[in-house]
């Protein structure tokens, strides 16, 4: 059930689009929202879709590309293509796209710590890692308890 504020919001919303891309944006057909691409499988998360935040391809030619993390020091997003074992990055500057990491050691699950230094899992070394300022690895974690992942883990997935 829509309030009477929500039903105007949406409204002018909608009004106010075109002529936001006339104005500002590059003459393009202003990209209508919400982005009908972006469905929820369950209901009880439809609350959590943002309605205008259309979905973007950055980059193309990878095999699986996952475990995406947002520098917030950096300003640059990073992911792994863990089949072809290499991690990207994407600079919000000028859109360009690089590899940062090759061979990856398979990694997924990346994060950045306080400091801004990456964090991320490999499965081919079967630890977890953080990438240091001056190029340097350092391993954060390899077994739990005695417990070690077994050699062949990257087959296992």
Sequence with gaps: MYSCRSFLASISSIAA????????GSGAPP????????IALDKAFEKY????API????TGMYWAEGPAWSG????????DIPNNVQHRWLQDDGEVTKIH???GYSNGNTFDRQGRKISFEHENRHLVRYEPDGGLTVL???D???RAPQNLIQLL
């Design 49 to 52: 879709e943002v309605g205008s």
């Design 145 to 147: 308890e005695g417990w």
């Design 17 to 24: 689009a075109p002529v936001f891309a006339r104005e500002f």
């Design 31 to 38: 990209v209508r929202y919400p982005e009908p691409d972006v």
């Design 102 to 104: 090759s061979p990856a």
């Design 141 to 143: 974690a390899d077994h």
């Design 73 to 80: 020091w950096g300003q640059y997003l990073v992911w792994s």
């Design 56 to 59: 973007e391809r950055l980059h």
